[in-house]
């Protein structure tokens, strides 16, 4: 379920607290869900345990898990809802971003086309039905 990239740049227990993100956005995992040990974590994941307790520490202060002792952790009920105010909070570094590159002479339609762009590349990653200009013009 999680794979980590060890020729990333990106920390290791980044990678798989982005990965619990992104399965959480996408309801791979869902409020109730028991995740598995850290050794089978460790073992699937190929890294140190100490490492995947790094990892579900930070997810369990982001309030993503709840962890039980001897039992195990399962993500929380109102994970889902945590994870998508804490990403709105982002809008704040996009706003900076957008008046930095203002400044730098982009245009609100070059803005504009790109975040199509990212929308569009998203749907089409998540399967959400709709049909991709590649796909319209090879029906053609």
Request: net charge negative; glycine share 4%; charged share 30%.
């Amino acid at each position: 379920m999680f794979q980590i990239d060890h020729m990333s740049r990106i920390p290791v227990y980044e990678q798989f607290i982005m990965q619990v993100e992104t399965y959480l956005l996408k309801g791979i995992l869902c409020a109730g869900d028991k995740l598995p040990s850290v050794r089978n974590l460790a073992l699937e994941m190929s890294i140190n345990p100490n490492t995947v307790q790094k990892a579900l520490v930070e997810i369990e202060r982001r309030g993503y898990i709840s962890s039980i002792p001897a039992k195990g952790s399962y993500i929380a009920e109102d994970a889902l809802e945590r994870l998508k105010m804490n990403k709105r909070k982002g809008l704040n570094e996009v706003k900076e971003t957008v008046r930095e590159l203002v400044l730098a002479g982009v245009t609100k339609s070059e803005l504009l086309e790109c975040i199509e762009e990212v929308y569009a590349e998203s749907t089409a990653k998540n399967n959400v039905g709709t049909v991709s200009d590649e796909e319209v013009s090879a029906n053609d």
